[in-house]
């Protein structure tokens, strides 16, 4: 597949990097290209960079990986012809600029809202799936937690897109729990918050979320 990312940070480059490791060719989106210097010159002749509307038509299917508080306006720069019908993975969280009280991180959604809603409501004919915005960019590609494999938790209204995105998640070594259609990512948004709680109060940020199951 091409693989267009849009969003330069460490989820960007480390996806970026996971999806040219299972063979596939990865087009990162910035505005400034020279933030990419290095991961150009580590990830091969498979990676390359461009525009957010260069990552957008190049893409079969869309990473959406940038600051929450962008995503939107980042979405609106690549166009939403270029990205219509495809598959976007939003592993977006809508992280407030207000500092974390006492290790909690604030969100500028509320309960009964999400930031995956809103961006799917502006772009009704794209398909976004909630997915790789619980757990830290570490452990996203193949995660190694001594051979027990932890869960992502998915979510989105395509049923087509949550199949391309399943199987990219077993590619990558996830145990996989679809929780239904984009309302649950009001669900799914906010583990993030949960996941940085250990690390904001006591530096423990190698960890990732399981189910249980009986
Ligand atoms: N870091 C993690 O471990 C982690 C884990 C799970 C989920 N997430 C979520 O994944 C997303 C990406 O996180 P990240 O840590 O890789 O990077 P980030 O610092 O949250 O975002 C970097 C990207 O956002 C864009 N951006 C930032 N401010 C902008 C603005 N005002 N206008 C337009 N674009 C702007 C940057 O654009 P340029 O390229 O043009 O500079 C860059 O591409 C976030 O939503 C985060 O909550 C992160």
């Known amino acids: ?14 996806l970026g990097s996971g999806f ?38 190049f893409g079969d299917v869309i990473v959406i990986a940038v600051k929450g508080t962008a995503a939107l306006n980042v979405l609106e720069k690549a166009g939403s012809k270029n990205f219509a019908n495809k598959t976007i993975l939003d592993t977006t969280n809508p992280i407030a600029d207000a500092a974390p009280v006492n290790g909690v991180l604030q969100y500028f959604t509320n ?7 809103q961006l799917q409501s502006k772009f009704p004919e794209s398909n976004f799936v909630k997915v790789f915005s619980c757990v830290g960019s570490p452990f996203m590609v193949n995660p190694d937690f001594n051979g027990v494999k932890p869960t992502m938790f998915i979510a989105g209204n395509n049923e087509k897109a949550k199949g391309v ?14 929780m239904g259609n984009v309302e649950a990512a009001r669900a799914i948004e906010p583990l993030c918050i949960l996941w940085c709680i250990p690390g904001f109060r006591e530096n423990r940020w190698m960890h ?7």
């Open 111 to 117: 309960q009964n809202d999400s930031l995956m809603e």
């Open 20 to 57: 040219i490791k299972h063979g596939h060719q990865v087009k990162i989106g910035t505005s400034s290209a020279s933030k990419l210097n290095d991961w150009l010159k580590s990830a091969g002749s498979n990676a390359s960079v461009g525009s957010f509307e260069e990552v957008a038509k």
């Open 165 to 178: 995105v399943k199987n990219i998640l077993n590619t990558f070594g996830w145990e996989i729990e679809d």
């Open 208 to 214: 990732a979320f399981k189910l249980l199951k009986k």
């Open 1 to 14: 597949m091409n693989v267009g990312i849009l969003g330069s940070g460490v989820v960007g480059q480390t």
